[in-house]
Each structure stands twice: as C-alpha cells, then as structure tokens.
C-alpha cells in the first residue's frame, strides 16, 4: 500500500486536490488497517478470557497428544470404523478422520508397496464402503517385512491448515486441538489443500471440511477419543502431556518416537513409534 | 473542486460507511474472544453426545456376558489386549432406548440448528448385534502379512473353513479348554444298563446296532449322547421314534444311559475298499471338528469312526436337504454331492474306533 | 443426504484415501485464467494511460472495459465451487489475514471499483453527451452516471485526466498484485511438490499478462473485422513486441524452474517425472507447444515488420494460440499439482464431469458471460475513437 501511493506521489506534482485525494485513500488505507488488525479485540488472548462454558472442562489445564504404536497394531480397522460411527464420517472409502495404511516389503524391494482404505482390492475384500477391511493380497508372497500404520490428523503446533483457512472457520485450541466450525466454514476446500498428511476431507452433504477433533466431545468429558477407546491391542496411545503419568506422557518417555514430515516444521503431535522410513 | 469530482468522493465514503457498520453488525458476538474464530464454536463442539460409551455401561445389565468375557483372552490388559464390548457390538448410543436418540445428521440441519454437528448415522436403535458370519473375528484373527506375531492368527481354510466362528467358540469367551472337557461320564454305568434295556431292540444290547441305517452308541462320546437326547427330547431333532423314547427320561436318567453306553466298546462295521479311498479324500474338511481318523477331539462333538455306513449317510443326506439343521453341519453337508456322502460314509464306518 | 457425493478419482501408486476426491476442480482451472485475462489486458491500457505509449491509443479505452467485462466474472467460479456459496461473506466479515485467500475479496474489491472509477473518468465527457442525446431508461441510466453534473470544460477533463491518471498508476500494482497473490496462493503450499515454488507469482503474473494481451489481439481484430474498420497496424505491432517479451521471461522462468526440479533429484522426483509423462502429459504438449509456436510466429511478424493482412491473422492466431496454451498451463498447474500425490509415491487421475455445477459446461457457461457483457457495454460505452476507423453508430 505504500509503495501505491509513493508512486503516485513520483508520477507527478500534484495540486492540492490531488493531495486532498490521497490523503483521502491513506486515510481509508490507514481506517482498513486498523480494521484488518483489530488490535482491540486481539488484546484478549485465549488464556485471559474465561474459558468455554464446557461443564468440568477448563481448557488451560490440559496439553493433549496422541501416539501411535506401530508395532502393535493388528490392522482390524476398529478404530475407523470406530470413528466414521462416532462423528459421522462420510460412510464410503474415499473420506476418512482416521485411516489405517499396510507397508509390505517383498523379498528384494527397495521400496514399500502400501496400501489403504480407499484401495480396490480392500473395498472389494470389505464387500461395502460402510465396513473396512485389509484384504488378504500377499497371504502367500514372499513378504520380508510388513507392519501397519494408523494415521489421523497430527494436530500441529504451526498448523498450516489454520495458516491459510481464509475465515477463521478452524482454528487451534489452547489444550492443542485443532478444530473445524462447521458452521462458519464456507467449504473452499484451501485446509484440504495444505495438509501436508491428507488428513483433512470434504463432507459433500454439508457443504464444508471435516477433520478429526481428538473426539473433543468425548475428552473434555473426560473419555477416550472413540479409535482409542476401541484399539484392541493399545496400538493408540492418548493422554494430557501436563500429567506426566498419563499414558501419552509414559509412551513418549518410554519409546523412540518421531512424528510424520518433521520438515514441513508443522510440528506434529501425533507421535509414533516403530515406523520406518517409508512412512510419511 | 468540480461537482462530480465532491459527490463522487461522498458516494465513496458514504460505501466505506455502510461496509463497515455491515461487518460490524454482521460479526458474531463470540469472534475474537479467544483468538480469530467464534468463540461460542468450542463449547458446542463439545456439547456433542458420545456414542461410544464403554464396558461399565454394558455390563449394568449385561453382567453374565460380561463376566465371561472378563475372565477371557480378550480382556488381558496386562498383555495390552483390552476387546472391549463395542469392538464387536459397535458404538451402544443410547442404547436401548429408542427416545431421546440425538437427531441424525439431516434432521438436525431440517431444525436449523447453529451447530450441526455430525450426528452419527443411527441404526434401529434397541439391538446390538455383532455379525454372527466370521467377518467380525477375522478383524482381527485372519493370519495376515504385518499383523504381530503375538496376534492369535489362523489360516482360515485350514482352521475351519467357512464355517461361522460362534459354532465353537463363545466370542465373549473364545477359548476352547479342551482338557477341561473329560470324557469321564456323570452319570451311573450300572443304572444306566438297566435302563438300555429299552434302547436294546434297536441299539443292540451293547449299543452295537441291530440295523445299519440305526447308528451305533457303544464307545460314543457321552456329551454328545446326552446332547442327542435332549434334542430328542425338546424336539430340537425331529425324529418320531426317539422323541418318544427320550419323552419319559430324565437328565439324571439320559446321563446314566450316556454313561453305559460310552463305556461300551465299539466295533468296526466295515465298507466297500474304493469307496473308502475316495471318501478319505474326502474327509479333510471334516477332520477339523471330528479328527482325522473319525475320532472328535472334543466330546461335544460324536466319533465317526466305527459309525454304520448307511446311518452316516442317511444322516448327511437329512442335513444335505434340511432334515436336520446345524450351524456347522448343514453348510457343510450342501457341499457334499450324494458319491461323496457315500465315500464318507464307507470311510468312517470302516475306520479304526479305538 | 444433501448434495452429490464427488466423483472418486482413479490413482496409480500409494495416495492417501481422502486425496482420491480431488478438492478442487476445473473451476479453479478458469479462476487464475481469467483473473490472468484481466491483469494482461489492464496493462495494455497502462501502457497508454500511465507510459504514454500513444500506439495503444486505439485499444486503451476497449482494454478497459475488457478488463472489468472479465473481472465481474472472477469470482463467479469461485462461488460455484464453494460448498457454502451462501457463507462467502465471512471471508469478508473476519478476514484471517495469515491467508492468502482472506485477501481475495478486499484485493478483488478494490480493484473492482479501480476499474469501474477509471473507466468513469475515461469515459465521463461520452457518458454526459450521450446523457443529454439519449431517452428513456439507457438516458436515466446516463444521467445517474454524470451524478447531475455535465460540467466538461477543458478545466474539469484536465482534473479527470489526473485522476485518471493517478488511478492508472495505482492499478498497475494492484493488477500485479491481484494476480501475483493467486500465484501465491498456490506458490505458498508447502504440501504440494508441484506447487511449492517462489517463482510461482512471477510465472501466474507474467503468463497472466501474456493471455491477457492475447484476449485483446483477439478481440481487437474480431470486433475491428465485425465493424469493418481498418486495423492499426502500429499498434498491433507494439502488442506483437510487448506479447513477445513477456513469452519469452515467461518462458526463460518456466523451463529454468523445470530445471531445476529435476537437477536437485529431490526425494519424490520419479513421480514428477510420471506426472509429466501421464497425466498432464498433453496439457504439457499444448502448454510449451503453443507457446514456442506463438513465440516463432511472433519472431516472424516483428523481424519482417509485417503490415495488413498478414500481421493481422498472424496476431489472431497469436492470440488464439496464447489463450490456450495459457489455459493448458492454468490446467497443468491446478489440476496437476493435485495429481500429484501428497505421498510421493502415487498418482491421481482427474476427470472432469461434463454437467453438474463443477462441471465442463458450467465452466464454459462461465467463460462466455464475460464476452456477453463485454459486447454490452461497448454497446453501452463504445470505446472506438471516431479516428480509429469508420463509426458506426449503435
């Protein structure tokens, strides 16, 4: 904006109409800034104001995280399930807040071949897109390595889908959720575009995105979120990283974890363990 | 200044004016408290009714599956194994009512409420049934490239077909303890031998029978035979005959029997030589539930061998085309063409009983 | 359920599952295409207005309505994409400025009424004669548009000149920024291989400027040959000049941005490759094909300082060309940048649907309103200097 009026300044000696005439549009330029950064209503941060009405819930005395066991998960698909049922996901194979991918080396591969929900051969093996299932395709090949790995919204300390949402329709929780209103959202779909992990889908029957919320419904009550509370074998892992007992904490401190694109510096908070280098 | 340059200027700001009293006006109340969204949003987001809501809520009134499935593999949290009752059942919602469901998805959207939360899709509400074919243990039990080796994994065609998993294994307690089930009877060997003097005309006075197409009872599991009896006796397997028979026993009176004739030894009928090769051929599904050689490795279920070949095939027959009916038997038997029944039927009549 | 359920794209490779419903379709192909039209044919106008270039006398005043014509219908795609085209406002109400997107409807305003108060100026002493010969509702419609003053005297045009003036030095920042942020907006991915570039603003506004120029030359000849007036052959060999240096940094920035893609070898590079090859494999062909071929014909019209008949379909199809070759490249930027999985390790196939709101038609539905609008209001405001060639009186 200053480069616009330097320059019309350079263009030529003005009158003092002219002069009157800009100092008009700084004036607006100046009002439309201050507008554009309300510095009053930014002067409360979320730490100072009183929290949600959430009954037993206050959002400052929390740090949520989740981790991911690899090494334990079976695969069943409980937990997407699990969660399409919970918060009523799209039920087809294409629109996911929680998604199980396979990694399988065959004898001699340099490179995994990976498959996930949304693959022909699973819906086919599921018999509908209402119910997953891994199909069987390597039962008899020679697989040198093979391990499964759930995926879900890694509720990032830099969110880059927060960055670029052009309402404020998602936005990021003071206890490290990241949560989409779905009644502000205008469906533009720019979220879908800049998670670096997919994790965001489009709910076509709304109209607007729909991402996984750690089941914020059911933690601030003080549950599990629903894919953890059905994982049969604790290859989930979720807790409050304020309580150094919790099961998040424990896991944390008791296994090698990494998170997915430590390079995008999002800074994910899912943290898993037992990955390789393929998974991403 | 010219006129048209001023009222240009006053159309200008008057816009400007009126754009910002609109964004003003328009802002939700509850914008900016927290940061840059609707504040109000957070607290209705998590105003959302859970419908997953854990194994206390079941076990109020499910308390007998529930102290099965407590004692059983699926529930060794040690182990970090913890199947709890909606693995398999599914989220219970409000479970069994059928008022006060939250309103689906559309119905929510219809009431124009601020907040239209997902509402998980509803199914009739009252029952919760898991899936009684194998998909719902498979899940997790299909032998599978990345499953971990601690996972308890089987080969499906090799472990039982496509037989449904409930016929022998309790889901809420899938253990089978086979040394828990002895085949030492109950009941009195003497009394019962008093008693057999009825069953004698037909089953012989050992239980050897006097007709091929009657079977043979001598040395046959004695759970199996008191299971037949009850079945005879309720109606479970039609047979006029028996029904009669079994109408005047008592439980102590079928275990007394079932005792004698357990106790009895058996005696190879014997069969046709090529029929018995080919019906051993054969014989590979049936082997999972009632042993290789004809001999069960669980009493519930009865030996084959020694069994006469025109019971057996009379018998397959009756299942075959709905004569009787059983979970495992019936599918099984429709697999069979009427040379293969007979094969089988030669193979276990002439197979070692011992 | 409400709505349609998105068709499921096909992939080869590993993709992630929700990426198989591609978010965003061949509406956002024509958005940057034609917000692109706009910047290139304001520009033109600039180089009259605001560097004197008296060779671009002829079509100044047309390149102005062209280009508001265009920009009405910029956000019309975007509405039709939106899955709540009823919430667009909020964008406006609260803004989240770290969005290049929040940005849209303030820079798109603004530049909205830029125009409409140029043209204004370009246009006041016609709008007040034609207020006092024409009747009925076209003469209201005149004289609202004077706001009741017919003051032209030399003094009052030379202050609307300066005005004009004025806005015409704004606008060319602002066209440059309203074209260099949709750049952005795609350039500041870091998700996306084939998007994440610092170079992408200056590739969207240089190409923009490219098409834009084309749609003029396009609509220059077609509308002089519709009128019968004779062409100016001066100024279109200035738009041959101005069209061939902008190709050719377009293109210099364009083949060195492949270049290096492919010389870092970053992880993930063989699937850049496959895209190339499979997807957007003719969308590629007519993107640099097209251009090096409006680039040679270009080369041929200035070095031979072609006149008549021949400069004037070389300048047509030069323009045709540029048109498509730059909407192949609007094609392969949007759509392949979504064919190219997040994984690295797949590929999606998009397949437009032909009816529907996100659909071929709706698209080419929204690609004629402008040219309808545009014969409107040269109809409304004819932009013809009675010098450029024979009047004829509408």
């Known amino acids: 904006m200053e480069s616009d009026t330097s320059e019309a300044k350079k263009a030529e000696p003005g009158s003092a109409l002219r002069r009157n005439f800009l100092r008009a549009i700084g004036a607006g330029v100046a009002c439309a800034g201050v507008w554009m950064n309300d510095p009053l209503r930014a002067a409360t941060p979320a730490e100072e104001a009183a929290p949600?009405?959430?009954?037993?819930?206050?959002?400052?005395?929390?740090?949520?995280?989740?981790?991911?066991?690899?090494?334990?998960?079976?695969?069943?698909?409980?937990?997407?399930?699990?969660?399409?049922?919970?918060?009523?996901?799209?039920?087809?194979?294409?629109?996911?807040?929680?998604?199980?991918?396979?990694?399988?080396?065959?004898?001699?591969?340099?490179?995994?071949?990976?498959?996930?929900?949304?693959?022909?051969?699973?819906?086919?093996?599921?018999?509908?897109?209402?119910?997953?299932?891994?199909?069987?395709?390597?039962?008899?090949?020679?697989?040198?390595?093979?391990?499964?790995?759930?995926?879900?919204?890694?509720?990032?300390?830099?969110?880059?889908?927060?960055?670029?949402?052009?309402?404020?329709?998602?936005?990021?929780?003071?206890?490290?959720?990241?949560?989409?209103?779905?009644?502000?959202?205008?469906?533009?779909?720019?979220?879908?575009?800049?998670?670096?992990?997919?994790?965001?889908?489009?709910?076509?029957?709304?109209?607007?995105?729909?991402?996984?919320?750690?089941?914020?419904?059911?933690?601030?009550?003080?549950?599990?979120?629903?894919?953890?509370?059905?994982?049969?074998?604790?290859?989930?892992?979720?807790?409050?990283?304020?309580d150094p007992d919790s099961p998040i904490s424990r896991f944390i401190r008791n296994n090698r974890v990494s998170v997915l694109k430590p390079q995008t510096g999002n800074a994910p908070n899912v943290f898993y363990a037992g990955i390789d280098k393929e998974v991403s | 200044m010219p006129k048209h340059i001023m009222r240009l200027m006053v159309l200008v700001a008057a816009a400007a004016v009126a754009g910002f009293s609109a964004k003003t006006y328009f802002t939700d109340k509850s914008y900016y408290r927290y940061g840059h969204y609707r504040g109000d949003s957070v607290a209705e987001i998590a105003s959302d009714t859970p419908r997953f809501r854990g194994n206390a809520y079941c076990k109020s009134c499910h308390e007998k599956q529930y102290a099965a499935w407590a004692g059983s593999p699926h529930n060794k949290p040690s182990e970090g194994r913890h199947v709890q009752c909606e693995v398999c059942h599914g989220p219970v919602g409000l479970h069994p009512a059928r008022e006060g469901v939250p309103p689906s998805f559309d119905e929510r959207l219809a009431l124009g409420a601020k907040h239209v939360s997902f509402g998980a899709q509803d199914g009739p509400p009252g029952k919760l049934p898991a899936r009684k074919d194998q998909t719902e243990c498979i899940q997790c039990h299909e032998a599978m490239p990345g499953r971990p080796a601690a996972q308890r994994q089987v080969e499906l065609a090799a472990h039982a077909g496509t037989a449904p998993c409930v016929s022998c294994h309790d889901p809420h307690a899938p253990k089978i303890s086979f040394s828990g089930m002895t085949d030492k009877p109950k009941g009195n060997a003497a009394a019962g031998k008093v008693l057999s003097a009825n069953c004698a005309a037909c089953h012989g006075p050992a239980g050897a029978s006097t007709n091929p197409a009657w079977p043979n009872l001598a040395g046959q599991h004695a759970a199996y035979l008191i299971t037949a009896l009850q079945a005879f006796k309720s109606g479970a397997r039609p047979n006029e005959m028996m029904a009669g028979m079994a109408a005047g026993l008592s439980d102590a009176d079928m275990e007394n029997l079932a005792a004698y004739f357990s106790g009895r030894s058996c005696k190879v009928s014997g069969a046709d030589k090529a029929k018995v090769s080919l019906g051993k051929k054969r014989s590979a599904s049936c082997a999972l539930c009632h042993g290789p050689a004809g001999v069960s490795p669980n009493p519930a279920w009865p030996d084959l061998a020694g069994q006469n070949d025109a019971y057996l095939g009379a018998t397959l027959k009756s299942f075959k085309d709905g004569g009787r009916s059983h979970p495992v038997m019936s599918s099984v038997a429709k697999t069979l063409s009427d040379a293969d029944i007979d094969n089988l039927a030669a193979f276990y009549a002439s197979a070692n009983c011992k | 359920m409400i709505g349609t359920?998105?068709?499921?794209?096909?992939?080869?490779?590993?993709?992630?599952?929700?990426?198989?419903?591609?978010?965003?379709?061949?509406?956002?192909?024509?958005?940057?295409?034609?917000?692109?039209?706009?910047?290139?044919?304001?520009?033109?106008?600039?180089?009259?207005?605001?560097?004197?270039?008296?060779?671009?006398?002829?079509?100044?005043?047309?390149?102005?309505?062209?280009?508001?014509?265009?920009?009405?219908?910029?956000?019309?795609?975007?509405?039709?994409?939106?899955?709540?085209?009823?919430?667009?406002?909020?964008?406006?109400?609260?803004?989240?400025?770290?969005?290049?997107?929040?940005?849209?409807?303030y820079v798109a305003g603004f530049y909205i009424c830029l125009l409409l108060l140029e043209i204004w100026f370009a246009f006041r002493a016609d709008i007040v004669s034609l207020s006092k010969t024409k009747g009925g509702l076209l003469g209201r419609a005149y004289r609202i548009l004077t706001l009741g003053s017919d003051d032209v005297s030399g003094n009052a045009l030379a202050i609307?000149?300066?005005?004009?003036?004025?806005?015409?030095?704004?606008?060319?920042?602002?066209?440059?920024?309203?074209?260099?942020?949709?750049?952005?907006?795609?350039?500041?991915?870091?998700?996306?291989?084939?998007?994440?570039?610092?170079?992408?603003?200056?590739?969207?506004?240089?190409?923009?400027?490219?098409?834009?120029?084309?749609?003029?030359?396009?609509?220059?000849?077609?509308?002089?040959?519709?009128?019968?007036?004779?062409?100016?052959?001066?100024?279109?060999?200035?738009?041959?000049?101005?069209?061939?240096?902008?190709?050719?940094?377009?293109?210099?920035?364009?083949?060195?941005?492949?270049?290096?893609?492919?010389?870092?070898?970053?992880?993930?590079?063989?699937?850049?490759?496959?895209?190339?090859?499979g997807p957007i494999r003719y969308g590629m062909f007519l993107q640099w094909g097209l251009s090096l071929m409006v680039l040679a014909t270009l080369s041929y019209l200035i070095l031979t300082h072609a006149r008549g008949r021949i400069l004037a379909t070389g300048m047509f199809a030069a323009g045709i060309g540029m048109m498509l070759g730059v909407l192949a490249m609007r094609w392969n930027v949007v759509i392949g940048g979504q064919e190219l999985s997040k994984t690295m390790k797949g590929l999606l196939i998009y397949y437009p649907e032909i009816l529907g709101h996100e659909g071929l038609l709706a698209v080419l539905f929204i690609f004629l309103c402008p040219f309808i609008v545009l014969w409107l209001v040269t109809r409304f405001l004819p932009p013809w200097e009675p010098e450029a060639g024979k009047e004829v009186s509408s």
């Open chain 1, 52 to 242: 949600p009405d959430i009954p037993g819930y206050d959002w400052r005395k929390h740090k949520w995280a989740f981790g991911v066991d690899a090494t334990r998960c079976i695969g069943c698909l409980r937990c997407v399930e699990a969660c399409k049922a919970e918060n009523g996901v799209t039920q087809d194979a294409h629109h996911f807040r929680t998604w199980v991918e396979r990694y399988v080396y065959l004898e001699g591969d340099e490179h995994a071949r990976v498959d996930s929900q949304s693959d022909p051969g699973n819906i086919a093996a599921s018999g509908s897109q209402q119910a997953f299932r891994f199909d069987n395709r390597y039962a008899s090949a020679p697989v040198e390595k093979a391990f499964f790995v759930p995926k879900l919204c890694n509720h990032c300390t830099h969110p880059a889908c927060v960055q670029v949402c052009p309402t404020g329709a998602t936005y990021q929780t003071p206890d490290g959720v990241v949560l989409i209103d779905h009644s502000y959202c205008i469906g533009c779909q720019y979220c879908v575009q800049a998670c670096p992990y997919g994790a965001r889908e489009f709910n076509h029957a709304m109209g607007v995105t729909d991402k996984c919320t750690w089941c914020y419904h059911r933690i601030t009550k003080g549950l599990q979120p629903a894919c953890v509370e059905v994982c049969p074998v604790e290859a989930r892992v979720f807790g409050d990283r304020n």
């Open chain 3, 5 to 105: 359920m998105a068709q499921a794209a096909p992939y080869v490779g590993y993709v992630y599952p929700n990426e198989t419903d591609i978010p965003w379709s061949v509406l956002i192909v024509i958005y940057p295409y034609i917000t692109g039209l706009v910047a290139g044919a304001f520009i033109v106008s600039s180089l009259y207005h605001v560097f004197g270039m008296e060779r671009f006398r002829t079509v100044a005043r047309f390149a102005l309505l062209t280009a508001v014509s265009f920009m009405f219908f910029v956000p019309v795609p975007l509405l039709f994409h939106l899955g709540k085209p009823q919430r667009a406002f909020n964008a406006v109400l609260t803004p989240h400025w770290t969005s290049a997107m929040s940005a849209f409807s």
């Open chain 3, 160 to 277: 609307d000149h300066k005005f004009a003036f004025a806005l015409a030095v704004i606008g060319i920042p602002a066209a440059g920024g309203l074209h260099g942020y949709v750049g952005f907006l795609f350039g500041s991915l870091k998700s996306r291989e084939w998007w994440s570039s610092d170079l992408m603003p200056i590739i969207f506004l240089l190409s923009a400027v490219v098409s834009g120029i084309g749609l003029l030359v396009v609509l220059y000849v077609a509308y002089s040959k519709f009128r019968k007036a004779a062409l100016d052959d001066a100024c279109l060999q200035g738009l041959a000049k101005t069209m061939w240096a902008f190709l050719t940094v377009v293109l210099l920035i364009e083949g060195l941005e492949l270049l290096e893609m492919f010389y870092k070898q970053l992880e993930g590079i063989e699937m850049v490759q496959r895209l190339i090859e």
